[in-house]
């Protein structure tokens, strides 16, 4: 599903699988463009490019999806003000890819599993603005986290609360430019 330039849409209960037998992963499961003020809710995509991928948006909320199978579970470049909540992503090549975005929510997702290949993060952080993460469990993953250039300003905030980042290969891969603010959080067994 392709949608883009508008605003107040809804793409919700979608079973989407573009499959492989055309070779590398076709697109997109859910690709969002320069769209506001959405909802992408209870969708279940497989063997996509990414499942769901959100560039030059504004409002978009992200819930209650289950992503597999994947190149990027959840994707977003160039976004500000979305909030990723309550999404199942599991068995991706990456979970959760945040790059070039401003003031994020990523709240109670599940992000497991995510092993093979060069990049096997949980969650991907690259030059955010703002940050809320809470409540989320990333487990199983090579690199539960990794953050570089977040917040990317000093004037900004990238906040981990009540998390729990476990059983992976190794929890936290902080890069030099990496500012966060650890609280309340489970990091065990890494």
Request: glycine fraction near 12%; include cysteine.
């Amino acid at each position: 599903i392709h949608i883009g330039d508008g605003a107040r849409a809804t793409i919700e209960g979608n079973r989407i699988r573009p499959g492989k037998q055309y070779g590398a992963r076709p697109g997109q499961g859910i690709n969002a463009w320069n769209l506001r003020d959405s909802r992408i809710a209870g969708n279940h995509i497989a063997e996509a490019r990414d499942g769901i991928y959100l560039s030059f948006t504004k409002g978009v909320i992200v819930t209650g999806n289950v992503v597999t199978e994947c190149r990027y579970g959840l994707h977003s470049m160039y976004s500000e003000d979305a909030r990723f909540e309550d999404n199942e992503v599991t068995g991706n090549l990456l979970g959760a890819a945040l790059m070039m975005s401003d003031r994020l929510v990523l709240k109670a997702n599940r992000i497991r599993e995510h092993r093979e290949g060069v990049a096997a993060y949980g969650v991907l952080l690259k030059d955010i603005g703002d940050l809320v993460a809470e409540g989320n469990e990333v487990t199983s993953n090579r690199v539960g986290i990794y953050a570089e250039s977040v917040p990317s300003n000093p004037q900004r905030e990238a906040v981990f609360r009540s998390n729990l980042i476990a059983g992976n290969e190794v929890g936290l891969a902080l890069q030099s430019t990496a500012r966060l603010t650890l609280t309340g959080n489970r990091i065990a067994e890494n």
